[in-house]
Each structure stands twice: as C-alpha cells, then as structure tokens.
C-alpha cells in the first residue's frame, strides 16, 4: 500500500528505547521510501491533542542514527488516557464539552497522517487502536502500528518488549554503586526497590543480572570485603507470596553473620495488601489518570524496610529507588537488536496495510508479527517458573513462596 505520511509519538513512562526506536523507523523509512513525509508529535498524546509536532527535515533523517546513543524520548513524553475526558479538560488538553478522541482524530485528518506510530504500552497502543477504529467509522483510513515500550516486560501477548533488557542490566549497574553502604554502619538493611507495578520481570531480571557478577569478582573477605555483603539476600515480586516471619528469621541469620542485607523488592510486590490497610484506616488512596494506584503514595520499598527493620535488628535502613536511572538510559546491544527487528518490521507492516503492534507472539510460535490490538493488554505476570530465576532464589537459599494470580 502507499504510504504518503507518517505520524510518530511515544507515550507513558519513559524505556530505555524510546529514542532509538524513533531513530529506527525514521532511518528504515529513508531507507525504503525517502518521499514519505514524518511527523513526530510532542509530548504523545498531549501534543496530538495541542496540534504540536515536530517535521522530519533532510537533515533529521541524516542524523537519525544519533537518537541510537541517547536515553528519553527527544519529542517527549506524556501520561495521557484519551478516553478521561475529565482529565483531559482539568489539564486543558480539550475544551469542555469536547472528547478527546475526536479532538486527537480531527488533529490526525488535519495532518493528513495515513500511518501512526505508537511507541508504548498497553494503554498507549489501545488508545491508538481506538482512535483508528474512529476515525474508520468516519470513513479515514488510519493504520496504527505500536511497538511495546515498557521496562516492566508485561504485554500481552508480546514474549518481551522494548528496553526491559537494559533496564535490567542498569539497576545492577546502579546497585553496584549503593551496595557498599553497607559500610557506613553495622547491621545495615538495604532495600532496592525497582520499578515494576504488577510484574516482578524487572526486579527479578535485575536481581539474577547483579548476582551473576558477584560470582565473577575478587574479594577480600579477611578484611570483610566478602561476596556474602554485597550479594542478593531476598527477592520480592509481586507473583509469589512473602512470609515475612520466616524471611525474618532467615535474613536475621545473614545479618548476624555478615552484619548485612540486601532485598531487591519490586514495587508491586505487597501493594494490594498495603492498599487494603489504608483502606481499612479510612485513608483516601491516591490514582492517575489511568486508575493505577500511584506508586509514590504507597510507598512499598519504606513499609518494607519499616517492617524487616524492626524483624531482624537491623540498626540502619536505606531504601534505594534504580527506576529513574534505569528508565532513562540508552539502549544496550541486546535491545538494539531487538528494536532493530521491531521497526523494520513496523514499517514493512506500514507498506503492506496491516495495523497492531509488533513484537514476537507468545501465542504464535514466537514469530515476529502485528499482534492484533485486541489481543494487547498489560499486567501480564512474570513467569516465575523460569529456569534462571530459581537458579537465582537457589543459589540465595530463598525458599519459593506460594504463586500468586495477578494476572489482569
């Protein structure tokens, strides 16, 4: 099919693909068809809403292979649900009495647009697969095509989305410069809370990356430079239930032993018991525009801290978040890679009139494709029946606690 012009926009929280994946549709696009005009609007949906966007000059295309070395997104980001008219009002985004969708599909029209890209999540990429279904009622052929950004690794039914990887790999980079704190007091307590609302991929991932390279370095333990300090202790993820008097008394151990601790937490891992105390206080709990609870209200790395502190006698407590550090960085080999496969896939989709988003289908022999949107959700849980994750609660002398169903 022809293809005459594309629109690009990222959305939601930032991965560590963002960039790169914009740089990789704009120089796969030159590479097939330089006559075909992009934009990319500021801001995600904000931006599609305000009319603002970005033209892709000569001289962006030239460039494009720089957006590779960089974090973010460089045409920005925003948390916006079309679908919340309210919201959308309160922030000035439409005018009242108007709906979103329409405001965004007219904006679409406007710029003659025949292909948008979404580079996103779940609520991202539905959001897109809503508006086209609009805009086809009014007779605008609009072909949406996503790629799944999120470091949380949770799309359905994509077996691993965007930037995940390197997020990964980061918050063990981040890790390795917080781990020694341990020295700045007996019996210290460190909590690693990473990023992660219903899927423990991440924190898992991130906790199976830094104990791997505690197996690789030297250590002194003569003079209390051990592996047993700076290793993983515990790992919480919100798929597997967490009994914390026994995990007291087990990390009570370690802390006797090597004056030590250290928990990799995700941050979904308890929320829904800690919402449903706060509930039961009387306490109004604090949501976006997407209902999720928000992350920063509950607070899940400081409850536990709070609660282990006073379980295993730890004097110190110091709760560290990797999730900002992580989210922003550029992307590793591995993603490359795979955002590499992703966009050229994307725009050999674009050509041949298909819409959904790409990534490889669980569901379909792992075969990389345009997974139909209304196969895409998120809150996909992690698998916590992988092999190298029970290498990794093994290896630690963690025993496996009960799965948990938070499938969504």
């Not at 549709?25 to 030159?30: D, E, G, M, S």
């Not at 909590?191 to 370095?217: P, S």
């Not at 916590?384 to 963690?398: A, D, K, V, Y």
Request: glycine share 10%.
């Amino acid at each position: 099919m022809k293809v005459k012009k594309v629109g690009i926009l990222t959305a939601g929280g930032l991965a560590p693909c963002l960039s790169s994946a914009i740089g990789g549709l704009i120089q796969r696009y030159t590479e097939i068809d330089p006559d075909v005009e992009i934009i990319c609007y500021k801001n995600g949906y904000y931006g599609l809403l305000k009319g603002l966007s970005y033209q892709v000059t000569p001289e962006v295309r030239k460039n494009a292979g720089n957006l590779h070395l960089f974090g973010g997104s460089p045409i920005g980001n925003s948390r916006v649900k079309l679908t919340n008219i309210k919201d959308c009002v309160k922030r000035g985004l439409v005018k009242e009495g108007e709906d979103p969708q329409k405001v965004a599909a007219d904006q679409l029209v406007k710029d003659g647009v025949d292909v948008l890209h979404t580079i996103g999540g779940d609520d991202t990429n539905t959001a897109a697969a809503d508006l086209a279904a609009y805009l086809a009622k009014n007779d605008y052929a609009l072909r949406v095509i996503g790629l799944p950004k999120t470091i949380d690794n949770d799309v359905y039914p994509i077996k691993q989305s965007l930037g995940a990887y390197t997020a990964a790999e980061h918050g063990a980079n981040y890790f390795e410069n917080v781990v020694a704190e341990h020295n700045s007091s007996p019996r210290m307590l460190i909590v690693h809370e990473v990023m992660g609302r219903h899927c423990g991929w991440l924190a898992a991932y991130t906790a199976y990356e830094y104990h791997k390279r505690q197996k690789c370095r030297y250590w002194v333990p003569e003079l209390g430079l051990s592996r047993e300090r700076h290793d993983v202790h515990a790992i919480y993820v919100p798929e597997l239930s967490i009994d914390l008097e026994a995990e007291a008394a087990r990390l009570r151990k370690q802390l006797d032993e090597h004056d030590a601790v250290n928990i990799f937490l995700s941050e979904g891992a308890g929320v829904a018991d800690i919402v449903a105390k706060k509930e039961a206080a009387g306490e109004e709990i604090v949501r976006d525009a997407f209902g999720h609870v928000q992350l920063d209200f509950i607070n899940p790395g400081a409850y536990f801290a709070k609660q282990f502190k006073e379980m295993i006698g730890a004097e110190k407590v110091l709760v560290q978040k990797s999730g900002y550090y992580s989210r922003a960085a550029a992307a590793n080999a591995q993603d490359l890679n795979l955002i590499k496969s992703c966009t050229d896939k994307a725009v050999e989709a674009a050509f041949a009139g298909e819409s959904g988003v790409i990534g490889h289908d669980e569901n379909n022999r792992d075969i990389l494709r345009a997974c139909e949107f209304e196969r895409v959700a998120g809150g996909k849980p992690f698998n916590t029946e992988e092999p190298w994750f029970n290498e990794l609660l093994s290896e630690i002398g963690q025993p496996k606690g009960t799965v948990l169903d938070t499938s969504h």
